[in-house]
Every structure is written in structure tokens, then in C-alpha cells.
């Protein structure tokens, strides 16, 4: 990488932990290490919540997807702006109301501690392993570029993060990510410039959508209703709801965002800023991924995109074969630019029958092509048995390396840093404010003042980058990043999101019934992953949010009522 980018990137990262930390130098509270003495606008508010949520696998792992499966992947949020109406106008007044400093302190209030602390204990679960894998995205990154282990750099990004962290607490957190989004959006902007100011001269962004229209690439909205269909309006407009309703309503790591708010009113905006502008920018980042697969069509790509795998297969006994597939792959890759520009030129002239012949040839090209990956694929697998030969996660990094101009790839990697440390920043905080408040504090350490306490949260908040690190270290067994992350929360968030929703609407179902229902209710969704893992049943994983949902109302209204 050039001189310039290093100084572009790590002028970024340090200028932003340096301002985090000095905005936070006078932090000396529990409450104002892990609530920012609740003094937020709403614009601070809604950046920090998209922040937390946008972490690097967003910026990695979305255009990998776009690139692969094409547009259909925004469905999964459709269901976030109803999402947030929903907990601005009736959960967060509760919260106001209470002046809690975690979600979970109303639950014991409404129910018992221990319902408290279940639900407490499955938050740390999958927040804590989520941690982990928004850990491991940028260290993919940094691991490639300087041909370091993948642990090291693990390890060196973790530090870093935790340090900023410790320091400043929530405030820290939430000042840095309305730096960090601004960076993250505007560096993503000029990349989606850049991909059209590099395509052919005699393709334009018309061409461009339109190619990829023929292409099946710009299927935003399915309304095929199909359980087993991971990405579709009822599946982002159902389950996406309800996971996201868990999410931002339930999740200490968001909740602490909005619970940041000068006011109710500032909290309800910034929710509200999230809802209208999250949905705009993930497709923005998905439709970017759509221009990479346009771009790759006219320009040289590689057989395949991780190049540690590739340098694993050229230094073992299987490097010709590989060399043969690279080849083939080459000659390939040409026709099919003669063929997508065919296909461009009888777009322009709506010469239908010359569309239909040229998109046939695309389609029987793309078909060889994935013949051709495949096959290289399988070298890899000689070369590497426990290699992970999924390679869409390395898509948009692979352009940003090779073909932005001196300056952006900088700029680039520090949008992808930024957000990895936005993210885990957020995660952390809220793993320590949990333990702290809804365990440490309520039933271990009960008696000690404030200073105590703030040590304490600092303490666990290195613990638990800890935890995220080690995690992170084997997050390399999930083939698709963007769907790890997901797929962690659609086991925990359904069930918690019940409980909550029991708490609020319910009124006449108590204690031992909801936490019975939640108990048997979390068994019953690992079992239905497990038979959906394994091919027993087909439930795609959105609809596990719903599902876990429901469980907790209806059992523990039979438990109620059976009293």
C-alpha cells in the first residue's frame, strides 16, 4: 500500500480515538461512564445508533452479497422503520419514565431478578459473540494487506478498541461514531463515483443499472411468501420487524445509545433519524456491491478473491493446476466483456431480439463461471483441507486495493476501521453496563460506592474485549460475515423481545409463567435452527425473531392461565 494511504488511514483512526478520548477526559461517574449523564442531541443519537449497527462486516460483507445475490438483501430492512415508530411512540416513554440504566432493570420491576437476569445472561451471549465477529472483519482486511497473521491483527485492532473504550465509556463511544458515520458515508459515496468514473468510456451509470437489471441483479423486492426464503418483503417486513423491534428495543447496546438523550424527545428523533435513513444507506452500500459486479464484467478480476487461499495454492504441489484454472478463467472473463458490452449496445437500441440472445450468452457465461470458481475451489480444499473457500466477503476490498487512486484506499480502509470500532465500541460498552448493573452490582457487589462501581465497569469492559478477541479468533468458521452476525442475534433476540413484549402488553401474566415461557421457549428455537441447520426442516432464520416471539407470549399465557 502506498506511503499515502498509511498516512490517510492512520491519521483517521488516531485523530478519532484522540478526539473520543479527549471529549471524555473529565468522565469520573458511573452514570456518566455508562449513560453520558444523559446530555445527547438527537442528531448525535441517530448517527450513534446507525454506527453501532453499521460495523465493518456492513461495509466488507454487503457488497460481497450485492455481488453474488444482487439487491434482494434490502428486504431485511424493510421492517426497521415500523420498527422504530413502534418503540418511539410506546417503549422508550417506559424507560424515560424509570430512569433505567439497562433495559433489563424493568424487567425486575415488572416481574422478578430472575427474569432480570435470564434475560440479562442471553444479551451477553449473543452480544459477546457478535463482539467477537466485528472484531475479525477489519483483521481480514489488515491481514491481507500486510500478509500478517490473522490472529495478530485480531489482536492489534481488539487493543485498540478497548482502549478507547476504558477511557471514555459511552460518551467516548457515541461522540466518535458521529465522526466515524460521517467518514464512513462519505468514504462510501466517493467509492460508488469512483466505480463509474472507471467503467469503459462507452458504458454510463444508465447502461450500468440496466445491465444489471437484465442481470438479475437489482431484485429488491420478492413478495413470494416462502418460509425457507431468507430474503423477501414478508420475511424483512414480518421477521425483520420483530428482530429489529428485539434490536434497537431490547438490545442494551442500542438502548444505551438512546438512553444517552437529553430528553424523550431528542431520544424519539434520534430513533426516528435511524428508521428513515438506514434503509437509504444500506442500499446505497448494496447497490455499490451491484456496481463492483458490473465494474468486474468489463475489467480483470481473480479466479478468486481471498488472496491467502490463493497464496496457500501456489505454494503447494497444486499451483499448476491452479495456474491452468486461472487461464481458462482469463479467457472467459474476455468474452464475457465482449458479451456484456453486446448486451449494453442492444439495450441503447431496445432491440429485443439481440437483448434476448446477448442475455442468454451472459447467463450461460455466468454459469461457467461459477463452474470455473468451483473448480478452484476444490484445489484450494487440496492445497488447505480447512480452508474457507467462500470468498464474497473479499469482493469490495479486492477493488479498493487495486484499483482506487492513491488517497481513497486509505480513506476506504479507515471507513471500514471506523466502523469496526463504532461497532465493538458500542458492544462492549453495553456487554460492561450489563454486567455491571443487572449482576455485579444487583447481586454480587451490592454495597460499595460509586468509585467502585467505575472501576468495576472498566474492569469488564476489558473483560469482555477479552471474550470478543478470543471469539474472534474462531469467527473464520461462519462462511458469510453479514449472516453470522444475524443469524447470533435471530437465536436470542426473539425470546427477549417476548419477554419484553409480555412485560408491556400483558399486565395480568406474572412472574413464574413468563420466565417459564422464556426458558422453554429459547430451547424450542435452538431446536428448530438445529433441524433448519441440518436440513430436517426449511425456516429461514428471520423468521426464528417472530417465532421466538410468539412462543414466549402463548406459553406463558397457558402457563398463567393453568395457575
Not at 425486575?108 to 472484531?135: C, H, K, V, W
Request: with cysteine; hydrophobic share 50%; glycine share 8%.
Amino acid at each position: 500500500m502506498n506511503p499515502i494511504d498509511w498516512i490517510v488511514l492512520i491519521g483517521t483512526l488516531v485523530a478519532i480515538v484522540a478526539y473520543g478520548v479527549w471529549q471524555t477526559r473529565k468522565v469520573n461517574s458511573v452514570e456518566g461512564y455508562l449513560l453520558g449523564d444523559r446530555d445527547l442531541k438527537w442528531w448525535t443519537i441517530g448517527l450513534s445508533i446507525m454506527a453501532t449497527q453499521a460495523s465493518a462486516i456492513t461495509f466488507l460483507s454487503t457488497p460481497g452479497q450485492a455481488y453474488e445475490d444482487g439487491m434482494r438483501f434490502a428486504q431485511f430492512y424493510f421492517g426497521l422503520p415500523v420498527a422504530m415508530v413502534i418503540l418511539a411512540v410506546f417503549v422508550l416513554p417506559i424507560y424515560y419514565k424509570l430512569k433505567v440504566f439497562t433495559a433489563y432493570e424493568y424487567l425486575e420491576g415488572r416481574f422478578d431478578l430472575r427474569t432480570r437476569m435470564f434475560t440479562a445472561i442471553l444479551f451477553l451471549i449473543q452480544r459477546g459473540l457478535a463482539a467477537g465477529i466485528t472484531i475479525y472483519a477489519p483483521a481480514i482486511i489488515l491481514s491481507t494487506i500486510l500478509g500478517w497473521s490473522l490472529n495478530v491483527t485480531i489482536f492489534c485492532i481488539g487493543i485498540v478498541v478497548i482502549f478507547y473504550t476504558v477511557m471514555g465509556g459511552t460518551k467516548a463511544v457515541s461522540v466518535t461514531q458521529k465522526q466515524q458515520m460521517i467518514i464512513i458515508l462519505s468514504g462510501m459515496f466517493i467509492a460508488g463515483i469512483i466505480l463509474m468514473y472507471k467503467m469503459p468510456e462507452a458504458v454510463g451509470f444508465a447502461d450500468a443499472l440496466n445491465f444489471a437489471g437484465k442481470m438479475g441483479k437489482l431484485n429488491v423486492v420478492d413478495f413470494t411468501f416462502d418460509l425457507s426464503n431468507k430474503y423477501n418483503f414478508w420475511s424483512g417486513m414480518l421477521g425483520g420487524t420483530f428482530l429489529f423491534m428485539s434490536y434497537f428495543g431490547t438490545d442494551q447496546s442500542q438502548v444505551q445509545r438512546y438512553l444517552s438523550g437529553k430528553s424523550l424527545t431528542e431520544s424519539r428523533l434520534g430513533l426516528l433519524f435511524n428508521g428513515i435513513l438506514k434503509v437509504p444507506m444500506q442500499i446505497m452500500v448494496l447497490f455499490i456491491g451491484i456496481l463492483v459486479f458490473v465494474f468486474f464484467q468489463f475489467n480483470d478480476r481473480p479466479l478468486h478473491f481471498n488472496t491467502g487461499n490463493v497464496e496457500t495454492v501456489i505454494n503447494s504441489e497444486y499451483a499448476d493446476e491452479y495456474r491452468a484454472l486461472e487461464k481458462e478463467y482469463t479467457a472467459l472473463t474476455d468474452k464475457q466483456g465482449v458479451n456484456s458490452q453486446s448486451l449494453i449496445n442492444a439495450l441503447r437500441l431496445d432491440d429485443e431480439q439481440n437483448i434476448s440472445a446477448a442475455q442468454a450468452q451472459a447467463f450461460e457465461y455466468r454459469k461457467q463461471d461459477k463452474e470455473i470458481r468451483s473448480r478452484a475451489k476444490d484445489v484450494i480444499l487440496k492445497a488447505a483441507p480447512n480452508a474457507k473457500t467462500k470468498d464474497t466477503d473479499y469482493v469490495f476490498i479486492t477493488f479498493v486495493i487495486n484499483y482506487l487512486p492513491v488517497g481513497l484506499v486509505g480513506l476506504l480502509l479507515a471507513v471500514i476501521f471506523s466502523a469496526a470500532m463504532s461497532s465493538t465500541s458500542s458492544e462492549l460498552n453495553a456487554l460492561a453496563t450489563t454486567t455491571v448493573i443487572d449482576i455485579y452490582r444487583r447481586t454480587i457487589v451490592t454495597d460499595r460506592d460509586d468509585a467502585h462501581y467505575l472501576k468495576a465497569s472498566k474492569a469488564f469492559t476489558i473483560m469482555w474485549g477479552m471474550v470478543a478477541l478470543c471469539f474472534a479468533v474462531f469467527a473464520d468458521l461462519f462462511e458469510n460475515l453479514i449472516q453470522a452476525v444475524n443469524i447470533i442475534g435471530s437465536l436470542f433476540y426473539g425470546v427477549i423481545l417476548g419477554v419484553f413484549a409480555v412485560a408491556f402488553w400483558f399486565k395480568k401474566i406474572g412472574s413464574n409463567a413468563v420466565f417459564k415461557a422464556a426458558v422453554i421457549s429459547e430451547i424450542m428455537v435452538l431446536v428448530i435452527f438445529a433441524l433448519s441447520h441440518y436440513g430436517v426442516i426449511e425456516i429461514a432464520y428471520l423468521w426464528l425473531n417472530l417465532i421466538g416471539c410468539l412462543l414466549v407470549i402463548f406459553i406463558s399465557m397457558l402457563f398463567q392461565k393453568g395457575k
